[in-house]
């Protein structure tokens, strides 16, 4: 089986601009949930979808959102890049319970 | 809300000697906990898990955890590390009710040296 992947795998934007991220999960896996990396705030959850609706929601501002399609593919998007957006962001599968499955991430540079 | 904390930003080890990687949690009911591994560039992989029952977990690459109760820890611990070891180690806890969401530690870098 494929595992989650993630497009595009790096990214440079400017402040201001908005970005779209994608995420495919594994095979079968109806839960998608994405993670943001930063050295300074370490792993942070962003937010869950589960069949297309959103599960849950981590304390993120509201420039940051995503979506989840019939196929459980994901995506999220932040509008309004700032300078700490810079991130490696990670997406991951589930099939049932807190088993996650890690994507390589998109490294996102925000100048 | 849960927590997770490790204590050891960086530890060093030599090639051959035993790893113990230290994992504490704060949560109120029985929490699901994880290790996962990160080498650098690369997305986190899963070492092991603890949901319920035998409280020694055995995981991938010759990886082990056990949970404490009683202490709120899951050390991870290995016999013998080998120097492709080297990388970043994440605890993680899942709380129940709402969906899937990890609280990851603040991870542990392992260095090894030949």
């Not at chain 2, 080890?13 to 699901?32: D, H, I, K, W």
Request: with cysteine; aromatic share 12%; hydrophobic share 30%.
């Amino acid at each position: 089986k494929a595992g989650v992947t993630q497009t595009p795998r790096y990214l440079i934007k400017t402040r201001g601009q908005q970005v779209t991220l994608s995420c495919s999960p594994i095979s079968g896996h109806r839960s998608v949930s994405w993670y943001q990396q930063t050295p300074g705030q370490g792993l942070q959850f962003l937010f869950e979808y589960f069949s297309e609706t959103q599960r849950n929601k981590g304390n993120f501002p509201g420039r940051f959102s995503g979506r989840q399609f019939s196929n459980s593919r994901s995506e999220m998007n932040v509008s309004t890049l700032e300078l700490g957006d810079s991130a490696l962001y990670l997406c991951a599968s589930s099939l049932q319970g807190f088993e996650q499955f890690f994507g390589p991430g998109t490294r996102l540079t925000v100048l | 809300a849960q927590s997770v904390t490790q204590p050891d930003i960086h530890i060093t080890v030599s090639e051959g000697a035993s790893l113990e990687l230290r994992c504490n949690y704060s949560y109120g009911a029985t929490p699901y906990l994880f290790w996962y591994v990160q080498s650098p560039g690369q997305g986190l992989q899963l070492l092991l898990k603890y949901f319920s029952g035998d409280t020694l977990v055995q995981g991938i690459k010759g990886f082990e955890a056990e949970f404490k109760r009683s202490q709120s820890s899951f050390n991870l611990r290995k016999p013998s590390v080998h120097w492709s070891d080297a990388a970043e180690y994440f605890c993680a806890v899942g709380a129940t009710g709402g969906g899937n969401k990890l609280t990851f530690g603040t991870g542990t870098q392992l260095k090894v040296e030949l």
